[in-house]
């Protein structure tokens, strides 16, 4: 499928985003270890939340979590100590993204997994029973979610878990977010330096209501910035949000879009210049770092971007899919070092009749369909991708007066 996407003359909408998937599926597995029987409200819609309800209703002991990697790691450690024997497999994509880190500290505290095609990667075999736990190491610089799933599940560990996290903690305020759902749910753990304290202890059912999710919310901000007028109201965002990616009503501050917070979200307006030249390290936001290079691009701010280094590992090499992609648009980005991305200005020939690809990953479409504001349309394959995360994202688009063709 291909869409072409042409902007309204100015925004104003407002927008009814999707529930928080990082909220909403570590709910799921907070529910399950809790034997919650109330539903969860304003759950996400979105595909990777979609694949841990299909998983629980399941009749089968196999499980496909596609392109989501929350799950493929929350449920890994869930079904390592459940009594069973299950297997857990994933996209192409999902099978190249590493669980080695996951599974060796499992396997350290007596689970029984095993690698189905290579060494270090999904598919997984898992032969559950309940675990010891004790003390593990984990690696903090590749992925934080192997970090919240060891954490959820330490509780209903014999010995419970003490978890020494090495190296640089990179994406710590999803940590942080799991260590805020395990207390709502009545788990007490202690967080000391690179250590956390989780005492075998049991989970209390609550009833839960799921806020908007602030990474979806990044795009709307974005088009805010580079429209020459808009206000627009987010549904469901709140202040003191326990998402880190809500540091972005400061970050986009520097791009000229003031934030107001009202009784049922935020309204958003465009107000004032964007900076010279932006400086941030994404080591606590990687989800909003294709949403700040393609505004930023598209405004014509120079950029030096640092901490990028886990977007390799995501759905799609994001380095490499920007850098290919903002080509094609007329702007030169470099990697001057593995973490770090700049723009110094440089440009080139937009390419004649240039379509973006999106790479399978929901980011990348919803970042390029920015594009349209500055260039008037923009040309896009594969844009059902944003299902993943998003996945009435072009309905909202429509509704705040993009105009969409489906093209092919
Ligand atoms: O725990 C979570 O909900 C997430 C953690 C982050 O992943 P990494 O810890 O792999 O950076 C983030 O990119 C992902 O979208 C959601
Ligand atoms: C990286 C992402 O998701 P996950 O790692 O859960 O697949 C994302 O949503 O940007």
């Known amino acids: 499928m291909q869409y072409r996407i042409h902007p309204p003359e100015t925004l104003k909408a407002t927008v009814n985003l999707p529930a928080s998937k990082s909220i909403s599926n570590r709910v799921l597995i907070l529910n399950a270890l809790s034997l919650n029987t ?170 839960f209501k799921v ?10 901000y974005a088009m805010a910035s580079l429209s020459a007028q808009a206000e627009v109201t987010l549904l469901g965002l709140y202040p003191n949000s326990c998402q ?50 393609a505004a930023c691009c598209f405004q014509h701010v120079p950029f030096i971007f640092s901490g990028l280094q886990s977007l390799r590992i995501k759905e799609t090499d994001r380095i490499a899919a920007l850098r290919r992609e903002m080509k094609k648009l007329g702007f030169v980005l470099r990697e001057t070092d593995s973490e770090m991305l700049e723009w110094d200005g440089e440009c080139c020939f937009v390419e004649e009749n240039a379509v973006m690809d999106t790479y399978d990953d929901h980011r990348m479409a919803m970042s390029l369909a920015l594009a349209a504001i500055p260039f008037k349309s923009v040309t896009m394959n594969d844009p059902q991708v944003v299902s993943k995360s998003y996945p009435n994202f072009w309905e909202d688009l429509r509704k705040a007066g993009f105009r969409i063709e489906e093209i092919g």
């Open 38 to 207: 109330e539903p969860v409200e304003n759950l996400s819609d979105c595909e990777d939340t979609q694949v841990i309800i299909d998983a629980f209703n399941s009749k089968s002991n196999l499980f496909d979590v596609k392109g989501a990697g929350t799950a493929m790691r929350f449920l890994t450690a869930f079904l390592a100590g459940m009594d069973g024997e299950w297997i857990v497999q994933g996209s192409k994509r999902m099978h190249e993204r590493p669980i080695y880190p996951l599974v060796d500290t499992l396997k350290s505290i007596g689970a029984d997994i095993e690698y189905l095609k290579n060494e270090g990667y999904p598919p997984l075999k898992i032969k559950g029973k309940r675990l010891s736990g004790g003390e593990v190491q984990v690696p903090g610089n590749i992925s934080s979610q192997f970090i919240s799933a060891l954490m959820m599940v330490a509780p209903t560990m014999e010995k419970g878990l003490i978890i020494n996290i090495q190296d640089e903690i990179i994406s710590k305020p999803y940590i942080v977010l799991t260590a805020k759902l395990m207390e709502e749910y009545g788990v007490h753990l202690k967080w000391e330096g690179n250590r956390i304290r989780i005492k075998p202890q049991s989970y209390k059912p609550v009833s």
């Open 211 to 220: 806020e908007s999710d602030w990474s979806a919310a990044s795009y709307w």
């Open 244 to 293: 880190g990616d809500a540091n972005l009503v400061n970050l986009f501050k520097d791009l000229g879009v003031s934030t107001e917070f009202v009784s049922n979200g935020v309204v958003i307006r465009k107000k004032g210049r964007p900076i010279k030249k932006f400086f941030h390290n994404f080591i606590y936001e990687p989800d909003l770092a294709q949403t700040f290079v």
